[in-house]
């Protein structure tokens, strides 16, 4: 126990502790324990002979085996090479300045926020088959067929992946690096260490912690990967989130589903849980050093080269991709369907027109304009939702009471560790039925939305409601402010820049949500990603292009709201 | 009477009792120093007097006046607190005009009058500046023209030196005395550091475990301390222990080291203070104290030695002239009782 907690000031008396979860866990109890109880009740109350029954019938099954052979396998993988890519970076971003490295930094966030139907598309437009690799190539060398081979192999999906989670490995082992204290590694060069030998006995050790919390955290993203792989690995590939959703959406076998969601479900909590201990490890380290300390400019010139094929590494990988979708998608190159001779190539808008056009003129499909208005409606409502339920967790989670922390910050991350898809299934299994039936309520998906936001929101107000330290509301006080007063100039202006921060994930995380939506979703109310997920595999550069166009209409809705989360997020607050 | 009045005032946190029975008065334009270890509940005793933390017993008055019930922001008293809280969405003149918006004064007026306290403070044309940009020393002055703005009728300053360096603790204490003298500010000032409390306190308030050990002028507390506690914190370190007895109207000390006459009328197991300054290296007198020299520190104008005395350590300094004898050597030292042997009040 601190003493802060026992000087009770009388401005600031806490409201009953529980009060202030009240909300927040009422809404996780319902959304969240429910419907994956309801999960767990498929799975084990079918009447069958014993316990394990659902399960030796999944682990009986060879189809089954190698979907989960192959989503460890890719999510490993995908790992080991985000790191050997994003470990020499945050070396590079930790120790080092040089001109353009705020650009870089911003940048890498671009992948953190990019729904996955826009990196798909993205992707698709840069190396897939009408892509600007393949379309060249066979202008160049006068091909029939595109040569590479890349939507639908295990290399897009790899891709893909390093695309997303580099920025992870660059943030968090970066962050740790910048502030490790550099006379360290002096001393242990001074005391005879080699440069090698100082990197295995010293930084290594160090900072194990930071580099096997950003693996894991790689891995638990992998892991649960599904627009990806939906998307890019195409038919034969199929990782424990794609089967759910086969299982669910075209073959109907809930039961088996949900013995999938389980299995899922008890990997990802697992990892959750030594995520969560292993990122305590590295929020009390050391003496930690401001930045300004421990950064040097490049200086020779090898140091130079190596930096700069980092640097043009890194930009390729995250620019060229959204580079090639934002030009594919202004660009007509292949003839439309039944058209005959010479087609017009070049800079178009036709795609962009043809998105409020509803040509098949039916009453279930929705034009994709609507798609955006849709999208709009639901994250509105999950910027809602979200404050109203982060606010007060985040609160009580910045008074710093250690023991219910660690039970609590579990149970808010919770939703981050469990894919999208387990939550979509036990949406359709238990909000699907009394006592709970709201398949028809337009409130499913926001509240879908929300609870994949809620860590996020939660996470990122929290710094802040801690960074007013009591002696600031202390300091105002004496000076002659009044509690509302105090909560005016002093609580809201600090936290408000937080608050829109929380608004701008919730709202570019509802934008760009596929996983849960894709279940659960009504057809004639589709979102931008499900829209994309129509256009995509339909034939014809019309509907190529359109699927284009909405992802790029995303892409840049999710930068502004990325810009907007960049901006106003309170630079090095509580760090030093 | 005109000020502040602490009656009995008690504090515990669980089991620790932080504040124990305190009481103390601050007149109008005085400056008292509250003086003591860390822990000693030098900063309860300030959250107590700016109600930012209730006492569990005791009376508080200002002008006669209880402040039982009257919350933080209406008392009108400033605080600096050690670590300045700046508001970090602020710059420096909104910083400092805040008291002064909250007595609803106008924009033109405050912008006045904060040039002005930055000028006080040194700190002319700071107005603009990020204060998350500024250095220790310059985030100590604008904590504390933030917390002279608005004129409180009582300023508490809690360790306001505590977290800069030597050197510039050295300029600003003696600036900060200025200006308190400056404005005639009634002021309270916390530290564990008796340099600072004798340079800049009219009073002193010496602290121990939450009790008030002794309270009275710099000179007083330096001449006259009260009991072991104080001396020793003081840097006075030769204490000893020894029982006095009158004979023929004169009180002696039987100690160690001998006996001799003082001039407090004592009676019983008494501490003895020898003051460290008292000495020549001499036999010839009355009085002369047998010794060899264990440690010799030249300190500038003065030369610090420990001398063991009937197996006593006891530490006295000289003039950087003296000729004193080496390390491991024997030495005379002459002194006059009534002069260097104190008794103190309390053992």
Not at chain 1, 211 to 220: E, G
Not at chain 1, 257 to 282: N, P
């Amino acid at each position: 126990m601190t003493t802060q907690n026992q000087r009770t000031i009388r401005f600031v008396r806490a409201p009953k502790f529980i009060l202030v979860w009240f909300a927040p866990l009422v809404f996780l109890a319902i959304f969240y324990f429910y419907p994956l109880g309801s999960i767990l009740g498929i799975s084990f109350g079918r009447e069958q002979v014993s316990f394990a029954t659902p399960f030796l019938d999944v682990f009986g099954s060879a189809s089954v085996r190698n979907v989960l052979y192959f989503t460890f396998w890719q999510a490993a993988i995908s790992t080991i090479l985000t790191l050997m890519i994003g470990l020499p970076g945050a070396y590079l971003f930790a120790r080092y300045n040089f001109r353009g490295k705020s650009f870089i930094l911003a940048l890498t966030a671009v992948p953190f926020v990019m729904p996955t139907l826009v990196v798909a598309a993205a992707f698709n437009a840069l190396l897939g088959p009408n892509g600007w690799v393949n379309l060249v190539l066979m202008e160049g060398f006068n091909l029939p067929q595109p040569p590479i081979q890349f939507v639908n192999t295990i290399y897009a999906i790899l891709l893909a992946h390093i695309f997303y989670n580099t920025t992870i490995v660059l943030r968090m082992v970066g962050d740790f690096w910048s502030h490790l204290d550099p006379r360290i590694t002096q001393a242990a060069r001074v005391l005879g260490a080699s440069r090698w030998g100082t990197l295995r006995h010293i930084t290594f050790p160090l900072l194990l912690p930071s580099i096997a919390a950003s693996a894991l955290l790689v891995f638990i993203f992998d892991f649960t990967s599904f627009g990806v792989i939906l998307v890019l690995g195409g038919p034969q590939y199929a990782t424990l989130e794609v089967e759910i959703y086969y299982q669910t959406i075209s073959l109907f076998n809930l039961p088996l589903a949900a013995a999938l969601s389980v299995i899922q479900l008890a990997c990802t909590l697992a990892m959750t849980i030594i995520y969560t201990r292993l990122s305590t490890r590295i929020s009390r380290p050391l003496s930690l050093q401001p930045r300004g300390f421990t950064q040097k400019r490049l200086t020779s010139w090898s140091s130079r080269i190596l930096a700069s094929l980092m640097i043009v590494l890194l930009l390729a990988l995250f620019t060229l991709p959204l580079l090639a979708l934002a030009g594919r998608s202004f660009t007509r190159l292949g003839p439309e369907r039944g058209q005959l001779g010479d087609v017009t190539r070049g800079f178009t808008l036709d795609f962009y027109k043809e998105l409020s056009v509803n040509r098949r003129e039916s009453l279930f499909y929705a034009p994709p304009t609507r798609a955006i208005a849709v999208s709009l409606g639901y994250a509105t409502a999950t910027i809602v939702f979200a404050l109203a339920l982060g606010m007060p967790a985040a609160w009580a989670l910045a008074r710093n009471d250690s023991r219910a922390n660690r039970v609590l910050d579990p149970i808010i991350m919770l939703p981050l560790g469990t894919s999208a898809v387990t939550l979509g299934l036990g949406f359709i299994i238990a909000l699907g039925r009394p006592p709970l039936d709201l398949r028809a309520s337009p409130l499913l998906i926001p509240i879908a939305h929300t609870l994949v936001a809620f860590p996020f929101v939660v996470r990122s107000l929290t710094p802040s409601l801690r960074s007013i330290r009591p002696r600031l509301r202390q300091a105002a006080a004496v000076l002659g402010a009044s509690p509302s007063q105090i909560t005016r100039l002093i609580d809201i202006p600090l936290v408000g820049r937080a608050l829109l921060v929380a608004a701008a994930f919730a709202f570019t995380i509802s934008m760009g949500e596929f996983g849960a939506t894709a279940l659960i979703a009504r057809p004639e109310y589709p979102t931008i990603p499900l829209a994309i997920y129509r256009f995509i595999p339909q034939p014809g550069a019309l509907n190529y292009g359109q699927a284009l166009a909405l992802s790029t209409i995303l892409m840049v809705i999710t930068a502004v709201g990325m810009i907007a989360i960049e901006r106003f997020r309170i630079a090095d607050i509580g760090e030093f | 009477m005109p000020g502040l009045k602490l009656v009995d005032i008690h504090k515990a946190f669980n089991e620790t009792r932080a504040v124990n029975g305190v009481s103390f008065k601050v007149a109008g334009g005085e400056v008292v120093a509250l003086l003591g270890p860390s822990g000693c509940g030098k900063s309860s005793i300030l959250a107590i007097i700016a109600g930012l933390l209730d006492p569990d017993e005791g009376e508080l008055y200002w002008n006669g006046l209880s402040l039982k019930n009257m919350p933080t922001h209406k008392r009108d008293f400033g605080l600096m607190f050690q670590d300045f809280a700046l508001f970090p969405h602020m710059n420096v003149s909104d910083n400092i005009a805040f008291g002064l918006k909250m007595l609803s004064i106008p924009s033109d007026e405050r912008n006045i009058r904060v040039g002005e306290i930055l000028t006080l403070v040194g700190l002319p044309g700071y107005e603009n500046r990020d204060v998350n940009t500024l250095s220790g020393g310059e985030q100590q002055r604008v904590a504390l023209a933030r917390s002279l703005a608005p004129q409180p009728r009582l300023l508490m300053l809690d360790e306001p030196l505590g977290s800069l360096d030597r050197n510039l603790r050295e300029q600003l204490v003696l600036d900060l005395g200025e200006i308190l003298r400056q404005m005639n500010q009634t002021a309270i000032y916390v530290t564990h550091d008796q340099e600072e409390a004798f340079a800049l306190a009219d009073r002193v308030v010496v602290l121990n475990h939450g009790s008030v050990e002794q309270i009275g002028a710099p000179q007083e507390i330096y001449n006259q301390p009260a009991s072991k506690f104080v001396a020793k914190f003081l840097g006075l370190s030769n204490l000893v222990d020894a029982e006095a007895y009158t004979l023929d109207g004169q009180t002696y000390v039987k100690t160690p080291l001998g006996q001799f006459p003082v001039q407090e009328e004592v009676f019983g197991q008494v501490t003895l203070l020898l003051r460290p300054d008292g000495m020549r290296v001499s036999d010839l007198g009355d009085y002369v104290l047998k010794g060899r020299i264990i440690k010799r520190t030249f300190r500038g104008a003065t030369c610090r030695a420990i001398i063991e005395v009937s197996d006593i350590p006891l530490t006295f300094d000289f003039m950087a002239n003296t000729p004193l004898p080496n390390e491991g050597e024997h030495v005379k030292l002459a002194f006059d009782p009534q002069n260097t042997i104190q008794v103190l009040r309390k053992s």
